[in-house]
Every structure is written in structure tokens, then in C-alpha cells.
T-cell receptor, first 113, second 113 residues
Framework: DTGVSQDPRHKITKRGQNVTFRCDPI?????LYWYRQTLGQGPEFLTY????????KSRLLSDRFSAERPKGSFSTLEIQRTEQGDSAMYLC???????????FGQGTRLTVV | DQQVKQNSPSLSVQEGRISILNCDYT??????FLWYKKYPAEGPTFLIS?????DKNEDGRFTVFLNKSAKHLSLHIVPSQPGDSAVYFC????????????FGTGTRLTIIP
């Protein structure tokens, strides 16, 4: 499978715990995006990387959230001190060139209890 | 503010008939538009796109129409098939910078056999 891969697919955690998600983009894609989708809404932009550089962060990304893309390959999204409002589907997408469509992974569904 | 709007949360269409999904946008800087299809517990799958220099793009059973003056686009599916039942998201982006997508809230399409 050469698509965008996300791990884990599902995560249930207790409030206050830290969680980390991983995204492996399509190998030749140099741009990687994180989005979040809550029930009844479309995906909302969180942050993106051009190779290893994080170029933009949404206001949705509070200081409890941190994302990395070491060596411009896979990316991780960490949420510290999770809150119930963090429960959502976290989606990763990658793009090869400008003006082409973004390819999405299957997402990580986070449930904070 | 919702810059991309899909005002119909749901739509039911008889198998074999035409499905028409609508999308409106407010940001005049958007000039590239995409439709994604999403099944439950999966990431969005790219369907079709259109640049603002065109008013129509066709791919098999799927056609997207763009009316720039009205800031409106629509997705036509004909003939509709049971496998088309899914949530459809309209997305838009400006033709500069980060290519991040702004999504609508989605329309759930149900094809009735």
C-alpha cells in the first residue's frame, strides 16, 4: 500500500493523558498536512510541513498540541494533557506538487474519556 | 465564519437518477475547488477538482460546474449508484501559499435502490 498511512486508527485515553499519533505520507510527497474533523463538521486545518519545516499553525492548535516532521519523512502529532474537547478524527494528508489534490490517510479517531 | 457552505446536510436520490450536490463559497481568493467523498471511519477520498479558469470538468459519471460570479459550484453524479452513498465534502483553496483546504460541512448522499 503506497497511500498515506496513519497509526493508530483508534485511540481511547483518559482525560489528562498525553497521546501521540503518527502519519507516513506518500513517499515522494514533500508537503504534509494535519486536519481535525469533529462530528457534523468538515475537516479543519491544523498545521502543515514543507519537508521538515513547519510553516503554518492554525489558531485551533493550542500550546498543548505539537507536531514534528523529522527529516521530512513521517510526522507525529502529540496532544498533552488531553481534554474531552480533543475527541475528534485527526487526519493527515500529503501533496506532491502545488495545484494537485491532497491525499488523505484513514485518520486516527481519538476518544477522551 | 464558514467560508465554504454546503447548505443541504442530506440528500436522497433514486438509483439511476442524477444526484446534484451544491456548494457556495464567500472568499474571493479561492480559485481551486475539490470534491471529496468520505465513508464512515475512513479518510476523505479525492473525487474531482476544478480550477477557476474553467466552468466545467467531467470525469466519467462525475461533473463539477463552477459559477465564479455566483461563487457557487455543484457536483453532478449520473447515473447514481448505491456505492455512491457517502458524505461528500466540497473544499476550496487559494492559488498561492500553503494550499491548505477549507472544507464545507458535508452532504450525506443516500442512493435508494
Amino acid at each position: 500500500d503506497t497511500g498515506v498511512s496513519q497509526d493508530p486508527r483508534h485511540k481511547i485515553t483518559k482525560r489528562g493523558q498525553n497521546v501521540t499519533f503518527r502519519c507516513d505520507p506518500i513517499s515522494e510527497h514533500n508537503r504534509l498536512y494535519w486536519y481535525r474533523q469533529t462530528l457534523g463538521q468538515g475537516p479543519e486545518f491544523l498545521t502543515y510541513f514543507q519537508n521538515e519545516a513547519q510553516l503554518e499553525k492554525s489558531r485551533l492548535l493550542s500550546d498543548r498540541f505539537s507536531a514534528e516532521r523529522p527529516k521530512g519523512s513521517f510526522s507525529t502529532l502529540e496532544i498533552q494533557r488531553t481534554e474531552q474537547g480533543d475527541s475528534a478524527m485527526y487526519l493527515c494528508a500529503s501533496i506532491l506538487l502545488v495545484n494537485t489534490e491532497a491525499f488523505f490517510g484513514q485518520g486516527t479517531r481519538l476518544t477522551v474519556v | 465564519d464558514q467560508q465554504v457552505k454546503q447548505n443541504s446536510p442530506s440528500l436522497s436520490v433514486q438509483e439511476g437518477r442524477i444526484s446534484i450536490l451544491n456548494c457556495d463559497y464567500t472568499n474571493s481568493m479561492f480559485d481551486y475547488f475539490l470534491w471529496y467523498k468520505k465513508y464512515p471511519a475512513e479518510g476523505p477520498t479525492f473525487l474531482i477538482s476544478i480550477s477557476s479558469i474553467k466552468d466545467k470538468n467531467e470525469d466519467g459519471r462525475f461533473t463539477v460546474f463552477l459559477n465564479k460570479s455566483a461563487k457557487h459550484l455543484s457536483l453532478h453524479i449520473v447515473p447514481s449508484q448505491p456505492g455512491d452513498s457517502a458524505v461528500y465534502f466540497c473544499a476550496a483553496r487559494p492559488n498561492f501559499g500553503n494550499e491548505k483546504l477549507t472544507f464545507g460541512t458535508g452532504t450525506r448522499l443516500t442512493i435508494i435502490p
